[in-house]
């Protein structure tokens, strides 16, 4: 599976952590790997078949032959880090096909994480969540990790675990008979189908960081939630742990990520 579904160009995945969007409120977990490819420098090193996907094309960002298609993977030989850049939904009819070729994938070219980033509807906020915007979620199944993986940073973080007020819970059969359940993550996407659906004896850490957030212009959600995931980076850090990044938007930001400026003659 794992053959057909990624296209390699270049560079040995094996030991990088990978970054993952998934698509849901507000596109912050696109966003958020804009600029994190933007400011990283990454290129793009390969690709993955389209069919479970919404089909659409367009220009590349780095102006170079051919074009963008809905699922890429950008990362660069000295970085530590790949990020998955998924411009396009799952088709309602693939949707268990591409959670399963994602697994495959992810499976196959031993990262050693995966982390998946999420918007969350800000409007499903409870009391207790409103003073702080990212959250963190370990789903069910996963390997724990110690202080030798790249996700203890996040142990020591000061970031929650995210909890829903709804009762809807998404449950998984652990060994033994004990059910876990991952919480309802409304405007989330297919992120609580992905987190409830990893197999039995799963051997990479995965973590979820979700982000509470409305639609509008959300770069500076993107911002703040691609600095939650900065503290990954092999970059040079401040001394609480955050690297120093200088955020660089894409060029395609610029005219086209909230289309064309209004014909102002349309308002007399």
């Known amino acids: 599976m794992h053959h057909q579904f990624y296209s390699p160009s270049e560079g040995n ?8 969007p998934v698509v849901s409120t507000a596109n912050v977990g696109q966003l958020a790997a804009d600029l994190i490819i933007s400011s990283l420098d990454l290129h793009r090193i390969g690709i993955f078949n389209p069919r479970d996907l919404v089909p659409v094309v ?17 990362g660069r030989q000295e970085a530590n880090i790949v990020v998955i850049q998924q411009r396009s939904p799952a088709l309602k009819s693939r949707k268990d096909e591409f959670i399963l ?10 990262f ?3 982390v998946f980033l999420s918007g969350v509807d800000t409007s499903s906020r409870t009391d207790g969540q409103m003073s702080i915007p990212t959250y963190k ?8 990790w110690d202080d030798s993986s790249p996700l203890a940073i996040f142990t020591r973080a000061p970031i929650p675990t995210y ?32 987190l409830s ?24 959600d993107a911002q703040l939630l691609a600095s939650v995931v900065s503290r990954l980076f092999d970059a040079p850090s401040t001394g609480n742990g955050v690297n120093k990044i200088e955020w660089k ?20």
Do not use: C
């Open 58 to 74: 367009g220009a590349r960002e780095d102006d170079r032959p051919g074009v963008s298609t809905p699922l890429e993977l950008y």
């Open 13 to 20: 995945l094996e030991g990088k952590i990978l970054i993952a």
């Open 249 to 268: 938007q894409p060029k395609s930001w610029n005219g086209g990520l909230f289309g064309t400026p209004h014909d102002q003659t349309l308002y007399g």
């Open 112 to 114: 050693s994480a995966v």
């Open 101 to 110: 070729n994602l697994y495959s994938f992810i499976q196959s070219s031993r």
């Open 137 to 144: 979620l370990v789903p069910p199944g996963t390997p724990s």
């Open 163 to 194: 909890a829903s007020i709804s009762q809807q819970p998404f449950s998984h059969m652990q060994e033994g008979g004990i059910t876990e359940a991952v919480p309802f993550i409304p405007g989330g996407g297919l992120t609580r189908r992905i």
């Open 197 to 220: 659906s990893f197999p039995q004896k799963w051997s990479t850490p995965i973590l979820s960081l979700l982000q509470f957030v409305s639609e509008g212009d959300n770069r500076t």
